[in-house]
């Protein structure tokens, strides 16, 4: 079946540090997307990105499509950026599949 | 533009009894998703809907069943309640088939 690995599973950081979450998929994506689940279970779209490079502010990602891997960078972490990121993959038209999700907990 | 909803924010109900979510989509969009989120882990897909017609289902057995309307809202229907079914339950919009998918805030199931 579809894989969608997310490493570290739990990363825990001082205020104002960088970070890098890795998503590992196991085919090739029509679909990526990062979220960011907050403490009350809302999903928050930070990027689409089945490829390629973004950013938006303290936030970029980079998809490398052909080896299969998906990368999201936090830089300056904020207690705010707390909580679990989730990467979700589409293959062809199927559903997204979810990774297992990186826990991020910031220390002021 | 509004966003995804879904009402009723939480929900308490018992062992075998029947339950109706709903899910409005944001504008423009004509698809929807539905997951299932356990404590801990990540949300599985459920079923999705396209232009009314269900498009793609996970492994969720019958009694887990849909609807979608002509203004492209949706209702998830779950008869006979386990205890497992207790979940943080999410509905998803997006306006093509792979396209980017955004979140309602989910209902939140507790089954006693």
């Known amino acids: 079946g579809i894989q969608v690995e997310q490493s570290p599973p739990d990363l825990i950081l001082q205020e104002g540090a960088n970070s890098t979450l890795r998503c590992n998929f196991s085919?090739?994506?029509?679909?990526l997307q990062w979220f960011h689940q907050n403490p009350w279970g809302q999903l928050i779209n930070l990027f689409y990105?089945?490829?390629g490079t973004k950013q938006n502010g303290r936030l970029s990602a980079t998809t490398v499509a052909t080896e299969r891997y998906s990368l999201l960078y936090i830089s300056s972490s904020q207690t705010t950026d707390s909580g679990v990121y989730f990467c979700?993959?589409?293959?062809?038209?199927?559903?997204?599949?979810f990774g297992t999700g990186t826990r991020l907990t910031i220390i002021p | 533009e509004t966003g995804v909803t879904q009402s009723p924010t939480h929900l308490i109900k018992t062992r075998g009894q029947q339950v109706t979510l709903r899910c409005s989509s944001q504008?423009?969009?004509?698809?929807v998703s539905w997951y299932q989120q356990a404590l801990g882990q990540g949300p599985q897909f459920i079923f999705q809907?396209?232009?009314?017609?269900?498009?793609g289902r996970g492994n969720f057995p019958p009694r887990f069943s849909g609807l979608q309307f002509p203004n492209y809202s949706s209702e998830l229907n779950v008869n006979a309640l386990e205890l497992d079914d207790s979940a943080l339950y999410l509905c998803?919009?997006?306006?093509?088939?792979?396209?980017?998918?955004?979140f309602g805030p989910g209902t939140r199931l507790t089954v006693l």
């Open positions: 990105i089945p490829s």
């Open positions: 504008s423009g969009h004509n698809t």
């Open positions: 979700a993959v589409i293959f062809g038209n199927e559903k997204l599949t």
């Open positions: 998803a919009s997006s306006s093509t088939l792979a396209g980017e998918q955004f």
């Open positions: 809907y396209y232009r009314e017609e269900e498009n």
């Open positions: 085919d090739s994506v029509n679909n």
